[in-house]
Structure formats: C-alpha cells, structure tokens
C-alpha cells in the first residue's frame, strides 16, 4: 500500500452501508488516519447490524454519525455540515439499495441525505451478491451515475457470503485507495484523453531452469507512476515483470518475464501512446545460451557467457512519433546527473529520473525516493526524500510543466 502526503489533512467523509463488507471499512479508515487525514463516518442502521459504530469512532477519533434526527442533540443542518465538511467521500461497501436511491435523488436516512448535498468529488465502491452485481437496473444506475461524475470503484470475483464465488466482493483496500487518491487529486483531467505506457519492476534471464539474473526492483515506482497516470485521467498500460505488488484496477496489464519479452510488448504498444514512463530495471545482459536443465555445482569456476539485451528506451527514442513523450529512469551510483544528461540526449528523451541507491531513503524496495529530474529544455529540480507516490506525483508535474 503507498504511503502519500495528498491525504494529509484532508477531509475524508466514508459512508458504510449494510452488508457482510462494512468490516472491510475499518482497514480504510485505518489507512487514513494513517495518512493524517481527518475522517469521519457515516452509517446506515443496516451498517450497524454488521459492524459497530464504536469500533469506527475509535478508529476515526469521532463519533459516527447514524441517525437523521438524533434524540438530545442537534440535528438541524447536521447533514449540510457534512457535506460541506467534506473535500472527498466515499462509500464502501455500497449496497445495490443505496446506488438505486443516489440514481433516483431518495433522500430517506442521513447517508443519502448527506449525499444529497455532496459537491466533492465520491467513490462509490460496490459490494453485493454477484446475481444482484448483474441486474441490468443496478447496471444502469451505475452507468447513469458515472456520467454524472461519481467514480465507480468495481468490486472484483472471488468467494462470496453465500457460499459461492462470482463477482460482488468490496474492492481490495489497494484499490479503494487508488480511487480514492484519484478524488483528492488536485488534477484529474491534466493527463485526461491521453494514452500513458508504464513498464514496471524487474526482468528474469534465465540461466537454467531453476536459476536467473536480475535485479533488486520491487516495482513500486513503476505502479507509483502508473496511479498517478491513472489518477490525472490517463488511459493506462502497465507492463510489469515478476514482483509481489497487488496490480491496480481499471488499466490494461501486460506480465513479462525476460527483457526480450518486455521489448516485444513494448514495440506492440508503444506507437499508440502519447507519454512512455520507462520505469522498469530492465536487465542489461542475458545468459547467451540458457541450458534445459540444472547447471550441476562443480569444484571447478564457472564462466557464464553473457549477451547484451536490447536497449528498450533508446529503441523508443529513434522511433518516436510527433507528440511522444519519454521519461527515462536511471539508476547510477557514480557521477547519477552527469551520467543521466548523456542518457538524456543519448536516448532522445524529453526527460530523464535519476536516482542514487546509495542515498538513505532511496533505491529498491522502499517507500520513499529521492531523485533529481532532468528536461531535455535544460531545466532540472531536485527531490528530497518522498513517498514514491508522491515523487510520481511531482515526475508528471515537471513533465507537464515543461512540455513545448
């Protein structure tokens, strides 16, 4: 899960309607809280009958509001005060009920009511029976809604309460969240129309059957990059080698394994994309003649004779079309800014990520990174240590920023 500063003091209201899910919500407000958000919670009685409202007062620091008129307490413009309160909402899990009643404008108890008056960007994340999940009404409320501008989190398969699998379970945590962060993006349309490539983590080269050469990447700044396409409106394309990463939602997602492969996929995708984050640790060399079976260990050394891969960005650079925009990233440890300017110019990019792993808060397999950015204009800024979320966050900044 990607720790974030966008979350910091902003005002999160999460709705929590009936069903087996709502015990899903505390894991959600957790998580902002953990982010220093300021949460606050609003449940229907049916919420309650599945989880209790105590448990998210302790978990958001405030009490949960439930009732439209609560007896002793004031009540009159309780539910404006919310919705003004809020800079983004959140529904999770919502019933198959309270999407009919947000498409129809019934405003019959204090969620729906306080959603009547909402004027912040809402995520309504689905949770329901699968039967329920495909009735064409609740298909068309949905479909209806999204037009109006709520973000529709879609719930994914799995094994359901009942018994049996099919589509309806709530949306992982990862994913309410990447929708989420979209809310509170202060620019979702920047990237809005466009077609955004990211590759991802590392490459395998196979040297036997059980043996390979790679890399340490986790991946995280390549899926950082990629939520942060996501979250400026982007249509995204993710092609990740192997890692352990939950994958995001609503983006087209191409696994690989060897740099070959990773190449192959990129040439097939790259001439429809408008921007090119080239984020994979893309091995440099691979076995020359990988064997079918285990290398046996001997007394004596082994040689393994190495071939060079392609170099997948610089291909890019000299079949760029009008209107492309390339990121490069760069590891280096000696000289990182002198040798990312010649990877610069040398791979015809409009801008180059530069990292050194030897810096403390940055390198593989961390949360956070420090980076200097380089424009291909002259322009450079130098980040200190971020969330990598974040540092993806000012990436697409400084390529907007700077783009002729």
């Known amino acids: ?36 958000a300021e949460v606050r919670v609003v449940m229907t009685s049916a919420a309650g009958k599945f989880i209790s409202p105590l448990t998210m007062e302790t978990l958001s620091q405030h009490a949960v509001a439930t ?29 198959y009920d309270v999407i009919g009643k947000l498409y129809s404008g019934i405003a019959d108890d204090l969620l729906t009511t306080i959603w009547a008056a909402i004027h912040c960007p809402t995520v309504i994340a689905p949770a329901m029976n699968v039967n329920m999940w495909n009735n064409p009404i609740l298909q068309r409320n949905i479909d209806e809604l999204s037009k109006l501008g709520y973000l529709f989190c879609p719930p994914e398969e799995g094994f359901l309460a009942e018994g049996y699998s099919g589509k309806g379970r709530l949306a992982p945590l990862e994913h309410l969240i990447q929708y989420l962060y979209r809310a509170v993006h202060p620019a979702p349309s920047s990237l809005s129309i466009k077609k955004v490539l ?34 400026r409106g982007a249509s995204v394309k993710l092609i990740h ?76 650079g000299e079949n760029r079309t009008s209107g492309q925009q390339l990121i490069g990233f760069a590891v280096e440890t000696d000289s990182p800014e002198e040798t990312g300017a010649q990877k610069l110019n040398e791979k015809n990019l409009d801008m180059i990520v530069v990292n050194n792993p030897r810096e403390k808060g940055a390198g593989f397999d961390i949360d956070t990174n420090i980076v200097t950015l380089m424009h291909r204009n002259g322009a450079r800024e130098k980040i200190s240590v971020l969330p990598k979320l974040d540092v993806a966050f000012r990436i697409f900044d400084f390529l907007l920023k700077n783009q002729s």
Request: proline residues 7%; aromatic residues 8%; contains cysteine.
């Open 1 to 36: 899960m990607f720790p974030t500063e966008r979350f910091r003091n902003k005002h999160i209201l999460v709705g929590i309607t009936g069903g087996i899910a709502a015990y899903k919500a505390a894991e959600l407000v957790r998580y902002l809280i953990q982010q220093e």
């Open 241 to 316: 080698g192997p890692m352990v990463l939950p994958h995001p939602v609503d983006m087209e997602i191409v696994e690989i394994a060897t740099a070959e492969e990773m190449y192959q996929v990129v040439k097939k995708l790259y001439p429809e994309c408008d921007i090119f984050a080239s984020s994979a640790a893309v091995a440099d060399y691979t076995p020359a003649g990988p064997v079918s079976r285990k290398i046996k260990k001997k007394e004596a050394d082994l040689t393994l004779e190495l071939s060079p891969t392609v170099d997948i960005l610089k291909d890019c």
């Open 198 to 231: 990211v590759t991802a983590g590392k490459t395998e080269e196979p040297i036997d059957p059980v043996r390979v050469i790679s890399n340490r990447s986790s991946g995280k700044m390549g899926l950082a990059m990629a939520w942060e396409a996501f979250a």
């Open 67 to 95: 009732d439209l008129f609560p007896e002793n307490a004031f009540s009159g413009t309780h539910h404006i005060n919310l919705a003004d309160w809020a800079d983004a909402a959140i529904i999770a899990p919502a019933s």
